[in-house]
């Protein structure tokens, strides 16, 4: 499975500012998911990241507040804008794995990026 | 309506002990795929099994095996010889329509499972 390196592994971000969150795969991928787990919390998919198209955004999240690019088949940035303490959460990267049956590609994460916003 | 449901927020296990994840699910779809993922406190999330909604046998891997009911819609992760470094939240997760594309994968709230010598 590919190896996913993420970049902040922690910050601590002041209200009202915004940050960028990179994630490097260290092989080609179609798509790349961003999720974020708030505190005690399970895990949700943001949006889905494809290189050359705008990401695909679920519901509750949006553009504007979650701006992605993905500028190759290897990398993406996620950034969270304008924090608030609600959006203290881990974020976490991912991509699939490709595991030769219909089906059972299994995501691959890096080691998120735990955002305390004060 | 939960798609994943994971009843038991919090399990402890004795050492060498087998223990029992409960996970139960609400699909329409004929084809999907469950998956089992470990997060220990460090963050990361560990995939450990995987089972699809085809598969005649229950799946596998090591320690780890998953307790497949279809008609009950559950399936359950079961480890067997408990270790310390087991204590870990498990998620239990799915993805839907899998014959047709790309679908995205859905969690559950997870359990705590904590393993005392």
């Known amino acids: 499975s590919a190896v996913i390196s993420q970049k902040p592994s922690r910050d601590i971000c002041q209200r009202g500012t915004s940050l960028t969150i990179q994630c490097q795969v260290d092989?080609?991928?179609?798509?790349m998911f961003w999720y974020r787990q708030q505190p005690g919390q399970s895990l949700t998919l943001i949006a889905t990241?494809?290189?050359?198209?705008?990401?695909?955004?679920e519901s509750g999240f949006v553009i504007d507040k979650f701006p992605i690019s993905r500028p190759n088949l290897t990398f993406s940035t996620l950034t969270v804008s304008n924090m608030s303490p609600e959006d203290s959460s881990i974020y976490l990267c991912?991509?699939?794995?490709?595991?030769?049956?219909?089906?059972?590609?299994?995501?691959?994460f890096g080691a998120g990026s735990r955002l305390t916003v004060l | 309506a939960q798609k994943i449901t994971q009843t038991q927020p919090g399990m402890f296990v004795q050492e060498k002990e087998a223990v029992t994840l409960d996970c139960t699910y609400d699909?329409?779809?004929?084809?999907?795929?469950l998956f089992w993922y470990k997060q220990p406190s460090s963050g990361e999330m560990i995939f450990l099994i995987y089972?699809?909604?085809?598969?005649?046998q229950n799946a596998t891997e090591g320690r780890y095996s998953l307790n497949f009911q279809k008609a009950r819609k559950s399936a359950n992760l079961v480890i067997s010889a408990s270790q310390l470094g087991d204590s870990a939240m498990y998620f239990c997760?799915?993805?839907?329509?899998?014959?047709?594309?790309?679908?995205?994968?859905?969690f559950g709230a997870g359990t705590r499972l904590a393993v005392h010598p």
């Open positions: 699909t329409s779809d004929q084809s999907y795929g």
């Open positions: 092989s080609q991928v179609t798509m």
């Open positions: 997760a799915m993805r839907e329509g899998i014959s047709g594309g790309y679908n995205k994968l859905i």
């Open positions: 990241a494809n290189q050359g198209s705008e990401a695909t955004y």
């Open positions: 089972q699809g909604s085809y598969d005649e």
């Open positions: 991912s991509v699939e794995w490709d595991r030769g049956r219909i089906g059972a590609n299994v995501l691959t």
